[in-house]
Nanobody, 124 residues
Framework: QVQLVESGGGLVQAGGSLRLSCAAS????????MGWFRQAPGKEREFVAG????????FYADSVKGRFTISRDNAKNTVYLQMNSLKPEDTAVYSC?????????????????WGQGTQVTVSS
């Protein structure tokens, strides 16, 4: 079992920044690929960013490339999502997830562990 707890969400004006954190406990954190997903009201959950076990490789949805940065600190069992130049369309519940897959999966079903989510609201 892996327990994931997100923090850092909130209300921010368009153009602002937020940093989300996801603290993991349980099994060895570095054994898992980590991803961030988001779900806006009335929409399906979508992949935002993913990072490999070592942290050397990262992947992003086209909608956030150049604005968001995913990183991890395996010593602290934590994955981060730095979000800059936020837009109202970034408003959603953001969740971190852990996957035992070989590569960074884009589908939510490939992630076996999920946090409870944190709300991010971007006002115009």
């Amino acid at each position: 079992q892996v327990q994931l707890v997100e923090s850092g969400g909130g209300l921010v004006q368009a153009g602002g920044s937020l940093r989300l954190s996801c603290a993991a406990s349980g099994r060895t954190f570095s054994n898992y690929i980590m991803g961030w997903f988001r779900q806006a009201p009335g929409k399906e959950r979508e992949f935002v960013a993913g990072v490999t076990r070592s942290g050397d490789n990262t992947f992003y949805a086209d909608s956030v490339k150049g604005r968001f940065t995913i990183s991890r600190d395996n010593a602290k069992n934590t994955v981060y999502l730095q979000m800059n130049s936020l837009k109202p369309e970034d408003t959603a519940v953001y969740s971190c997830a852990a996957s035992a897959s070989f590569g960074v999966p884009l589908r939510p079903l490939s992630y076996g562990y999920w946090g409870q989510g944190t709300q991010v609201t971007v006002s115009s």
